[in-house]
């Protein structure tokens, strides 16, 4: 007859043998327990790093996610040491991707602001005088086809660069140059029509 050993509980194990008990069989319960020895440790790193308290509560998750998806990738000595330094990794990542993002959203601010029209400039048909509307339009008949288009899709059509760009297939730089164009030549039309806007 043999005589069955207690198995130790999880809790009894030691880093080693939580980590060889899961490395072997992939349960992550057992790697639960052993994360679980951590997570202290993992949110103040975090906070230390990311200083938000959401973000760092997001971190500890996403990070226990990432070692059990990376079964077998690592097999550490020291499992309180290796996690330290997975988790600062990790919150540089983190920092690194939100100053990325920080760094498109400010160039694609820039270049909105670049790609609208400035205030002072007055729309042409802010006039209501039907004197100014007929010069206006006799202008705008006189402006070639691409400059006319762009105008006309732009204050009538009351269309964005993006969208003429689409639709005339071309960049928003040559939206923004033909509208300038045209919007120079309008002036020069209107005013030897002696009509300012």
Partial sequence: MQLKVPRKKENELSDEELLA???AGG??????????????LVYGVCLKYLRNRDDSRDAVI?????????RGKHKPDNFRAWLYVVTKNFCLMELRSAASLK????????????????ETILHPIDRDDSETDRALQECIEKLVKLQRVTVELF???????????VELNTDEKRVKSLLQNGKRNLKICLEGKNVRY
């Fill in 62 to 70: 996403k990070i226990f996610e990432k070692i059990a998806g990376e």
């Fill in 103 to 118: 760094a498109k959203h400010e160039e694609w601010s820039a270049e909105q602001e670049f790609f609208m029209e400035p």
């Fill in 27 to 40: 349960d992550l319960e057992v790697l639960g327990t052993l994360y679980n020895r951590y997570m202290s």
């Fill in 21 to 23: 008990r899961y490395l």
């Fill in 155 to 165: 204050y009538f059509g009351n269309k964005c660069y993006k969208e003429i760009a």
